[in-house]
């Protein structure tokens, strides 16, 4: 057809080198970008996991302090939960 051909002339006048610079340079810049993302999320997971070290560690202590009283879920009057963690499932996703 008549577009075929019209893009196809236009592509040696573009140049292919500078198409193949192109994608180079947007790999390039996608790999840092995933670089960046991964080491963000890294340094996350390990606040995560430092923050539900201290989340247990106080939870234990006021859990030791109002036993007597039939622990903290009793004094709130509600039902207690219990954090599953997942930062695992981060590392997983981003390899």
């Given amino acids: ?3 075929h051909s019209s893009v ?5 006048a ?3 080198a500078q198409f193949e610079r192109a994608i180079v340079n947007i790999s390039t810049i ?4 995933t670089n960046s993302t ?3 999320l890294q340094k996350l997971k390990k606040k ?6 201290v989340t247990l560690q106080n939870r234990l202590a006021l859990d030791i302090i109002t036993a007597q009283m039939g622990g903290v ?6 039902m207690c939960c ?10 997983t996703d981003t390899q």
Avoid at 30 to 33: A, D, P, T, V
Avoid at 48 to 53: A, E, K, M
Avoid at 82 to 91: K, N
């Fill in 1 to 3: 057809t008549g577009y």
């Fill in 8 to 12: 196809r002339s236009l592509i040696p």
């Fill in 14 to 16: 573009l140049g292919v």
């Fill in 30 to 33: 996608m790999e840092i970008i």
């Fill in 38 to 40: 991964v080491d963000a």
């Fill in 48 to 53: 995560v996991q430092s923050l539900i070290s």
């Fill in 73 to 78: 879920c009793t004094l709130i009057n509600t």
């Fill in 82 to 91: 219990t954090y599953i963690d997942q930062s695992g499932q981060i590392e």
